[in-house]
């Protein structure tokens, strides 16, 4: 999404002024938007170059005087054809509202700033649909397993998937994206969009830096501060034709988001999840309140052919590709019909039949494990083992659940992306 | 007149046996005392003549020396008293030199002649030699672990006078408290939980450390000082041992026949120097020597210093703790059982995927203070989930630990008749040629392995727990791929909520 780079010189120096405008000391979106979409960039400038206030801070609230100043001593240091060379410099790409390669979905948007930046090539300036799959970051193994899911089949379908990132459901979400080759994901991030938030899964922004894209409303090496997370979080439902809400606990950042793509009018899905987890509280509740249930991809594909964006690329692997058609449109958890035998045809012994059955209804520890099946520790503990290795069974460090039988997935490797200290922790 | 009387004093962490010399002659009034006495024993004077009176025997009006050989030792305390009092008895013609020659006398002297206790009564009877020892009544019980000697109790000075002249006999010893349970909390009494009583009854018998990782209210603690009562009774050996630091440590003594191993559970603000030993001006044992042969819970793990968590390294290696400090070096034993309870993260809840609600920051604080050379001396590591209300409320009685201790007594046996001590102080070269593994189970080992999911290091510790289970399961020659499982799979169970976050 570069901008229209050196061909239009007039187009240039508003982008320029944009992004030093955007600089400045204490400025929001919505101030933003005052400068640079209701007045011309250029002008708001000048304006501030000259000291005079735009008309607008001088109706508002006392304490903005003070706000005046400060942007006037900032105006002063700074030069905005040299910030936008050291964008170019960096690779980091801006748009403007009134320009071609501005996020289709945000042109009607009043409330965001009217620029955004952006690093790598994104198709959000084109007619691919898009969708926010978005959950909390303390999620369980389905979450996470319907995160993955959803992000690989919807990206194999052409859509591109839009979230923040944060441990858990986006990440796992952002995973899926990248693992299926066809529609680049994208990440909206809290600060600039060089500073990677948060650290521990610098690997995977990187990748999707590379893959993807990084957008984002605030100027090159902004903090990811707390108050900046609410803007990412609009920004995100704002981008989106569908919100799809994994897992939330109550009052999660997730139900933020799917509340402003609701005021935008854009559908928001929720996958349903146990009753007894709190990591589906939120989600659940979002159904109770009339949100359309996500039951797989399709649903996700529907609901943007309903909101009138269809993806361009049918599913090619649409029946395969959705390991849910296995089950008529679940969402996979019962393998045990698929797994057992199915593993390439291996015997599963009398033991591991056991133990395949008593993970049939959620994850277990081993003590969990040896209370459902009456097996001896040793006896569980080598079963586990064995089924481990023939793929039927996921081991998430001490909690045991089947695994789900995606065709394209091998079991445990999709971790490899996400960080490799939390996951290489070995036991001495 | 000269008499000499034995009898022990404790200069730092030993006890030395002493000779009292009193000498009287003829000549000015006075009573002095030579040996190097501290501020105490020099006070003895006022004492003994005090308690002579109160005993209605007559003080000498001669001129009275007395030493305390070795003279070159700083004898510190009021425990010299009696023997004071004797010897000075002896050399006036009260007694005579016979009838004090077979005996130590213990004990400070009251101003209305009753016998005091003194501190450390078992290293001084230790010290005193093989003679019969008149002790306080008070210090009695304690010092009755030591064997071979012969305790005399006497409420008061005119008591020991009357008993050495033959006029009375000696009194009758106090009866030593009721023997304390096996462990406060009985196994059966906790619900649920069917690996950590597994764990619990594997590290009883082969002295393996034990962390017990858990949500608050899941029964840790309380499965944590279960442990004590599966050890089995202590050996007159390890009695005395025990008693001796207890007495150092001047602790008041719990079972005062110390034949159980003790139980240690040191708050986690305890500060090193109590924890590891060498505080105060004696040098007195800190918590893990008093957990000598027995068992020590670190509550919280994670809430007790850093330095502290460091410093355990050494002793638990070692089996011992030295002390270096200005005028001694001293080394006292700390061979214990280390159960630690712990919280999978700061709001408890890590262990079940999905319920967390700690930052990532505050989460990875949190662990770091758990991760280090301390966390890998953990051979079993065990995750508890809270109890459901069947367990609560219904659900089978679990074993109770007299029946538990009975098959861990019997695995103790085997291993000591196997290689003279516990499986966890098994070296590498002895592993391979007392705890052989069977193909299956070598076999399983070398996948993991190769897997990366055990270090060498960490196989030599499954290993170890590898033989003691298979010592509970029958003491077969070889272990079983069974066993190895069993081993491995206690090994790893604390990563879960590491591993639940990771995916």
Redesign the interface.
């Known amino acids: 999404m570069t901008s229209a780079a050196g061909r239009d010189r007039a187009g240039d120096k508003e982008l320029a002024a944009s992004i030093a405008l955007a600089e400045l000391p204490r400025m929001t979106p919505a101030k933003l938007r005052r400068l640079v979409v209701d007045n011309g960039p250029v002008d708001s400038w000048e304006t501030l170059a000259s000291g005079c206030a735009p008309e607008w801070i001088s109706r508002s609230r006392t304490g903005e005087t003070d706000l005046l100043r400060l942007w006037s001593t900032a105006v002063r240091r700074i030069d905005p054809c040299d910030r936008l060379a050291v964008y170019r410099r960096r690779g980091a790409g801006a748009a403007l509202w009134s320009q071609p390669s501005y996020p289709r979905t945000l042109r009607q948007d009043t409330s965001t700033s009217g620029l955004v930046f952006s690093l790598g090539t994104t198709p959000l300036a084109g007619a691919e649909p898009s969708v926010a799959v978005v959950g909390?970051r303390?999620?369980?193994?389905y979450?996470?397993d319907v995160a993955h899911e959803l992000g690989r089949a919807l990206s194999a379908a052409g859509v591109v998937v839009v979230s923040g990132l944060a441990?858990g459901i986006t990440a796992?979400a952002q995973q899926g994206a990248l693992s299926s080759a066809a529609a680049p994901p994208v990440i909206v991030a809290p600060g600039g969009v060089d500073v990677a938030c948060?650290l521990?899964l610098s690997p995977l922004w990187d990748r999707v830096a590379g893959r993807g894209a990084i957008v984002s409303e605030v100027p090159l090496s902004g903090r990811p501060d707390r108050w900046r997370f609410p803007w990412r979080n609009r920004l995100v439902a704002a981008l989106a034709d569908v919100v799809v809400v994994v897992?939330s606990?109550a009052g999660g950042a997730a139900l933020a988001i799917a509340d402003a793509a609701a005021r935008r009018g854009r559908p928001v899905l929720a996958v349903p999840g146990s009753i007894r987890?709190?990591?589906s509280r939120g989600s659940n509740a979002l159904i109770a309140d009339g949100c359309a249930p996500c039951l797989g991809p399709e649903d996700v594909l529907v609901a943007l052919s309903l909101a009138g964006q269809s993806p361009l690329a049918p599913a090619a692997t649409g029946a395969s590709g959705c390991s849910g058609a296995q089950d008529g449109g679940r969402v996979p958890s019962g393998a045990t019909n698929a797994g057992v035998g199915g593993a390439g045809g291996h015997p599963v012994a009398p033991d591991e039949r056991t133990v395949l059955g008593a993970l049939e209804d959620s994850?277990a520890?081993?003590?969990?494990v040896?209370?459902r099946t009456e097996l001896?520790?040793?006896?569980?503990?080598?079963a586990l083992?064995r089924l481990v290795e023939l793929g039927l069974v996921r081991?998430?460090?001490?909690?045991w659940c089947l695994a789900s039988p995606a065709p394209n997935d091998v079991p445990g490797t999709y971790?490899a992306g996400?960080?490799a200290r939390?996951?290489g922790?070995?036991?001495? | 007149m000269l008499s000499s009387v034995r009898s022990a004093s404790v200069s730092g962490p030993q006890a030395h046996p002493v000779l009292v010399e009193t000498h009287v002659s003829n000549g000015l009034p006075g009573f002095t005392v030579v040996g190097l006495p501290d501020a105490a024993c020099r006070e003895s004077r006022d004492r003994v003549r005090a308690a002579l009176m109160s005993s209605g025997l007559r003080w000498p009006l001669k001129r009275v020396t007395v030493n305390l050989a070795p003279s070159g030792l700083r004898k510190v305390g009021a425990g010299l008293d009696l023997a004071i009092a004797v010897g000075l008895l002896a050399a006036v013609g009260e007694l005579t030199q016979e009838q004090v020659e077979g005996y130590a006398f213990i004990g400070e002297l009251g101003l209305d002649g009753s016998l005091r206790r003194v501190r450390a009564a078992v290293p001084l009877v230790l010290a005193a030699g093989k003679r019969d020892v008149v002790l306080p009544p008070a210090s009695i019980v304690e010092a009755a672990v030591v064997p071979g000697v012969a305790l005399r109790c006497a409420p008061n000075l005119s008591a020991v006078v009357g008993a050495l002249r033959g006029e009375n006999g000696w009194a009758a010893s106090p009866p030593a408290s009721a023997q304390g349970t096996r462990g406060a909390v009985d196994l059966a009494d906790v619900k649920g939980q069917p690996l950590a009583r597994r764990a619990l009854e594997i590290a009883a018998a082969g002295g393996h450390h034990l962390l017990l990782a858990g949500p608050p209210s899941s029964g840790k603690t309380m499965l944590g000082s279960c442990l004590v009562g599966l050890l089995p009774d202590l050996t007159p050996g390890q009695s005395v041992e025990v008693a001796k630091l207890h007495s150092l440590a001047d602790v008041e003594p719990v079972h005062l026949s110390f034949r159980r191993p003790p139980l240690r559970m040191p708050h986690p603000s305890t500060p090193v120097v109590a924890l590891l030993g060498g505080g105060g001006p004696r040098a007195r044992p800190g918590e893990i020597s008093l957990a000598h042969n027995g068992v020590l819970l670190l509550d919280e793990l994670t809430e007790f210093s850093r330095s502290a968590l460091d410093a355990l390294r050494m002793p638990l290696e070692e089996g011992a703790v030295r002390i270096a400090r200005a005028g001694e070096r001293v080394c006292y034993p700390a061979r214990f059982v280390m159960v630690a309870t712990t919280s999978p993260c700061p709001c408890g809840e890590g262990g079940t995927p999905g319920s967390c609600r700690c930052t990532t920051a505050s989460r990875s604080r949190y662990e770091n203070r758990l991760s280090g050379p301390l966390a890998e001396r953990f051979d079993l590591r065990v995750a508890l989930s809270r109890p459901g209300a069947e367990d609560l409320f219904g659900g089978a009685r679990g074993e109770s630990t007299s029946a538990v201790a009975a098959r861990v007594a019997r695995a103790r046996d085997v291993a000591v008749a196997r290689s003279g001590g516990t499986n966890s102080l098994l070296g590498a070269d002895q592993l391979s040629r007392l705890a052989p593994m069977s193909l299956a189970a070598s076999r399983l080992a070398e996948r993991r392995l190769r897997a990366g999911a055990l270090s060498a290091r960490g196989l030599h510790r499954a290993w170890r727990v590898a033989r003691t289970v298979a010592d509970l399961d029958g003491a077969p020659a070889e272990i079983d791929e069974l066993h190895m499982a069993e081993a491995l799979a206690l090994r790893s169970q604390s990563k879960v909520s590491r591993g639940a976050r990771a995916w």
């Open positions: 909390t303390s999620a369980t193994p979450g996470r441990e796992c948060p521990s897992e606990h987890s709190s990591a994850p520890t081993l003590a969990a040896t209370g001896s520790i040793g006896r569980a503990a080598l083992d081991d998430g460090g001490g909690w971790l996400l960080d939390a996951v922790a070995r036991t001495p």
